[in-house]
């Protein structure tokens, strides 16, 4: 079955500093993967995906993820932290690699970025 | 402009009393899914529509069901609402294809349901 786990339930960084936010994936055969992030009362929205195309992704606000197949990790980073970055993010994988796409979403880490 | 339109935003019922949620999509998107996002928790899947096929989850209550009249509307009902059904409820979207990489899927804001 595949599932993700999400290192850190809370991290909390300076403004204008780098984020780092762990996820390590598990996956009977190569999977797609997806970063999503949830501001307070609202929907989630989708920062990035990777479906075995190029393993350094980019995604929206200055956010990318590597794909490291050796380590099952898949971290979600961004070089400089800014206020509105502050928000809950999910570490998704796909329940299967094609056809219908039923998700299976990590614990959630809340990013807390601090003036 | 919003894709995937959750109304009410906010719906408050009183225990056990029928209650309806509605989302619409304007992506013309074959597969809509609803959650159950409880407080500080990850989204749960209830089920999914693919096109007119409905997908239970095994552990989603019997109390909850769903109706897809067209493309772009879906609906979740709650038959009799308990205080643990109390919890934020996310409608989501995707075009998919049977062969196809997975794609994203799009959500709603979500209409968060209190139980009194």
């Known amino acids: 079955a595949q599932s993700v786990t999400q290192l850190d339930s809370h991290v909390s960084v300076s403004e204008g500093t780098p984020v780092l936010l762990r996820c390590n994936y598990s996956s009977s055969y190569s999977p797609s993967l997806f970063w999503y992030v949830q501001h307070p009362n609202k929907g989630l929205q989708l920062l990035l995906k990777y479906t075995s195309a190029a393993t350094l992704v980019k995604g929206i606000n200055g956010f990318e993820a590597e794909f490291k197949k050796s380590e099952t990790s898949f971290h979600l980073t961004k070089p400089s932290a800014h206020m509105s970055d502050a928000a809950e993010y999910f570490c998704?994988?796909?329940?299967?690699?094609?056809?219908?796409?039923?998700?299976?979403f990590g614990k959630g880490t809340r990013l807390s970025v601090i003036a | 402009d919003a894709m995937v339109i959750q109304n009410p935003r906010y719906q408050v019922t009183q225990f056990g009393k029928p209650v309806t949620l509605s989302c619409s999509q304007t992506?013309?998107?074959?597969?809509m899914y609803w959650y159950q996002q409880k407080s500080s928790q990850a989204p749960k899947l209830l089920f999914h529509?693919?096109?007119?096929?409905?997908?239970n989850e095994a552990d989603t209550p019997d109390n909850f069901q769903s109706r897809r009249p067209n493309t772009s509307f879906c609906f979740l009902d709650i038959r009799s609402p308990g205080l643990g059904d109390a919890a934020m409820y996310l409608c989501?979207?995707?075009?998919?294809?049977?062969?196809?990489?997975?794609?994203?899927?799009?959500f709603g804001d979500g209409t968060r349901l209190s139980i009194l």
């Open positions: 992506l013309n998107h074959n597969v």
């Open positions: 989501a979207t995707s075009r998919v294809h049977p062969t196809a990489a997975n794609q994203p899927q799009h």
């Open positions: 529509y693919y096109d007119k096929d409905f997908n």
């Open positions: 998704v994988v796909s329940r299967r690699n094609s056809g219908n796409t039923p998700l299976v």
